[in-house]
């Protein structure tokens, strides 16, 4: 039988999907909007949700590492010491990835000067002046930076898998949703 320290608890596994679920859309709303006519509202209106999403990503990064750092709990791990360490430094570089990506696209948007506001309810100001002509440069690097966590979190499910499957191991279910009793073997 798993008990609470078996797994995640609630708010850490919601942090997890809430972002993957960000993650996912934000990156394919990037693509699908590359295949529309400029200007149309359906390629404006992805824009704009993709905008506030990373908004909100920005807020989530920050609380989910609050919350990892000081509250969250961390069930034991039942792998080799070496899956451990190399599991740690993936999620560290997600989460570097995660904040870098943030930080470009702000910087992406204000180089662009145009409005950049959350759902239309507020307007992020830029705190400082961007040269314009840096936004190709960022917005570079904003699209490597996603291809980047895409592969990492290809690579961290196709892991999690691979410990479900071939290990048999508990660290795919410690992550998943639902009751405890629903995660028994």
């Known amino acids: 039988m798993n008990t609470s320290s078996d797994r995640y608890d609630r708010l850490t596994r919601t942090f997890h999907w809430l972002t993957a679920a ?5 990156f394919a709303s990037a693509h699908i909007w590359e295949n529309l006519e400029k200007g149309t509202p359906l390629r404006k209106g992805l824009q704009s949700v993709h905008i506030s999403l990373g908004i909100a990503m920005a807020l989530l990064i920050v609380v989910r590492i609050v919350w990892r750092v000081f509250c969250g709990n961390r069930p034991k791990a039942d792998s080799h010491p ?31 000067g145009e409005p950049f506001n959350f759902f239309g309810l ?64």
């Open 82 to 112: 070496t899956l451990n360490l190399l599991a740690k430094i993936a999620h560290g570089c997600l989460y570097l990835l995660l904040l870098a990506q943030i930080v470009l696209g702000f910087l992406f948007r204000w180089a662009q």
């Open 122 to 185: 507020f307007p992020i100001p830029a705190p400082f002046a961007i040269d314009h002509a840096w936004r190709g440069t960022l917005g570079g690097l904003h699209n490597n930076v996603a291809w980047a966590i895409i592969v990492l979190a290809g690579l961290h499910a196709a892991a999690a898998l691979w410990h479900h499957s071939v290990l048999g191991d508990s660290t795919l279910r410690r992550m998943l949703p639902g009751s405890r009793n629903a995660l028994q073997k």
């Open 22 to 26: 960000v993650v996912i859309f934000m």
